[in-house]
């Protein structure tokens, strides 16, 4: 009987061992939860007493106490509301005490990551009074694996991995313009990839401009409008910008505001219009944005169509359902006039690795310094990590699972039906049905 409870344990440790080695999720959900549910139970006090997050007994306490002749009492604990185990961690619920707040806890993230043993530790504030600390049992962005359910919605699609186990979405309703700068073999084209492949399911219109003439051309299938130099793409921003002038009038037709119209049927943009009248949106994809802005003579009139056409976009194309999604491997005021009004009004910031701090710093200069310092450790064996910043000064890290070219491809070209046609950019629809016997025939001829 004893060999056979020793033989049943080493099987147990062995499974166990295996499974933290090789699926860590698996081994997390068997095994490692429960062992660490009973180890912050056990250490939580003493945690909380070595990380500094605990305040001094009430004043009366301690005139009862002295009163009394008693031991004066101990440091009071903050109180732990809830503790739940998560598919990747476990998650703390913590009511402060008065005094404290929100920033001391993430302050000492890194100290309860040490104490209680887990790979990260983030803290928010759910509510005035309650802060929220997720803990992340291993490395999340090792080995990227996407939910099978996610929170998808028109114009809004998964596309990372958190640090923390959530997934980030690109959510164009919320952030309609973003800027993803990147170096070379840093996964920023696998991040475009991804979102072209997550939109090209839905119902809208993409836009690209690509001068290198191979990023997006293999997805032309599913794009109303392409263009792969820049005077081209001068004249299709132009032409954006005429029908997002055209779609406000339109709302500006349907508003009919009189003291008898009900607040939820003025219209203000274009999803305040009956679906029957609702442009569909239109999300434009610019590769590089330096094959737009650099140019070599000092007043060129045609950067300063693009420039000018960008920025209207930027500034006014939300209401429309015009979103920006901008790429490079720099986006500073190198690249000359306007570039910085244009970056003002880009609301998503994403950095994959860069060559250089000062990239970083034209991205999250005026956000936050502890991301550009996050975005300059990025290691070149992490493709598709990438730091996420946002308005408030808050930032995450991210990684793309990797999609192949040809991922890409198969859904662009399943979901080709879907492609719009839009008047005002018919004359940069992309050609894709053409007999190459034919095209060599006439190459022939005309030689």
């Not at 929100?102 to 000492?108: K, M, N, P, T």
């Not at 923390?164 to 170096?183: I, K, L, N, Q, W």
């Not at 569909?280 to 140019?295: K, R, W, Y």
């Amino acid at each position: 009987m004893g060999w056979l409870t020793i033989s049943v344990l080493a099987v147990v440790v062995g499974l166990a061992l295996l499974l933290r080695w090789r699926r860590p999720a698996w081994y997390w959900l068997s095994f490692g939860s429960v062992f660490a549910a009973f180890r912050i139970r056990l250490r939580y006090a003493a945690v909380m007493d070595a990380c500094h997050l605990t305040v001094p007994a009430s004043r009366f306490q301690l005139a009862l106490a002295r009163t009394l002749h008693r031991e004066v009492p101990r440091q009071r604990i903050p109180r732990l509301l809830w503790m739940r185990p998560t598919r990747t961690g476990i998650r703390l619920r913590i009511r402060m005490w008065p005094g404290q707040d929100a920033f001391e806890f993430s302050s000492a993230a890194d100290r309860l990551r040490h104490s209680f043993a887990v790979h990260q530790v983030t803290s928010r504030e759910v509510k005035p009074g309650v802060v929220e600390i997720t803990l992340t049992a291993f490395d999340v962005l090792k080995h990227v694996q996407m939910p099978t359910k996610t929170a998808r919605g028109l114009l809004k699609v998964p596309v990372a991995r958190v640090e923390d186990g959530s997934v980030h979405y690109r959510d164009y309703r919320e952030t309609p313009h973003s800027v993803t700068v990147g170096a070379t073999q840093s996964g920023k084209s696998v991040f475009q990839r991804t979102v072209i492949k997550e939109l090209a399911a839905q119902p809208v219109a993409l836009v690209g401009i690509d001068c290198k003439k191979i990023e997006l051309s293999p997805f032309a299938r599913r794009f109303s409008a392409l263009a792969d130099n820049p005077d081209d793409a001068a004249d299709l921003l132009e032409a954006l910008v005429d029908r997002m002038a055209d779609i406000y009038d339109l709302v500006r037709c349907e508003q009919r505001i009189s003291a008898d119209t009900p607040d939820a049927e003025i219209a203000a943009n274009i999803w305040d219009l009956p679906e029957a009248l609702r442009p569909i949106p239109v999300v434009i994809t610019i590769d590089e944005i330096a094959e737009l802005a650099l140019s070599a003579k000092r007043n060129d009139p045609r950067r300063d169509r693009i420039i000018t056409a960008l920025i209207r976009l930027a500034q006014l194309g939300r209401a429309a359902g015009v979103f920006l999604d901008i790429y490079g491997q720099r986006f500073g005021s190198e690249l000359g006039d306007g570039i910085t009004l244009l970056r003002a009004q880009l609301t998503g910031r994403v950095v994959h690795r860069v060559n250089d701090e000062s990239t970083a710093k034209m991205t999250f200069g005026d956000i936050s310094p502890h991301a550009v310092f996050a975005a300059t450790q990025i290691p070149n064996a992490r493709r598709g990590t990438a730091i996420v910043g946002y308005s408030s000064g808050e930032w995450t890290r991210i990684r793309t699972p990797h999609t192949s070219m040809r991922e890409a491809v198969a859904a662009c070209n399943t979901h080709a039906g879907l492609t719009p046609d839009i008047p005002e950019l018919a004359r940069f629809k992309p050609v894709v049905d053409f007999d190459l016997h034919q095209i060599t025939e006439t190459a022939v001829k005309a030689a």
